[in-house]
């Protein structure tokens, strides 16, 4: 295995220390340029390879044929780090290995099949999910309150409800007018 950089050593331990060993956000402070020649060197030694991006994952490129591509922590970064794999925080599997070969050290891969499309979901703590028990509840909320929670714009709101809630998630989100408080969003249990 050839020597590895400071900035490698930094951005491979990130990645195997995260629960999804992606490598985004990087954690060193590297230039734009400086990041992507990092970044090619660990692709063409194996160390971390391309695999499709969730919708909330930083993208790295994107191909014609396999969409947008993010980065994760190879199997072989483990070892080159002298981590057992089972020492660091498991991961979704299907991520990390889907995908393809490598072709002597080539950046393009190719995709072993049409992987299936997994449920979507939303992340722990995060906004979304945030505006989700806010609409569980017996009371719902008005466009107003989540604005005022959220620091968001009213359009913002809308549009994460009819497009986040309602489209991707597929949750049944109805309204109501009640008296003095206006028109009231409720997710349907």
Known sequence: MAQLSDSQLVVLSAACQRQDRSVYPLTGKLPGGAAAKVL???LNKSLIKEVQAKREDTVWREDKKRGRLTLRAAPAAFKALGIEQSEAPAGDESDADAGADTDKGSRRKRKAG???EKPRGTRANSKQAQLIEM???RE?????????????QAHTVRG??????KKKLGLDVQSEKVEGRGRVYRIAA
């Open 40 to 42: 090619g060197s660990l």
């Open 114 to 116: 049409k992987s299936k």
């Open 135 to 137: 609409l569980k509840s």
């Open 140 to 152: 719902g909320a008005t466009i107003e309150e989540i604005v005022k929670k959220f620091d968001w």
């Open 160 to 165: 994460a409800i009819a497009g986040a809630l």
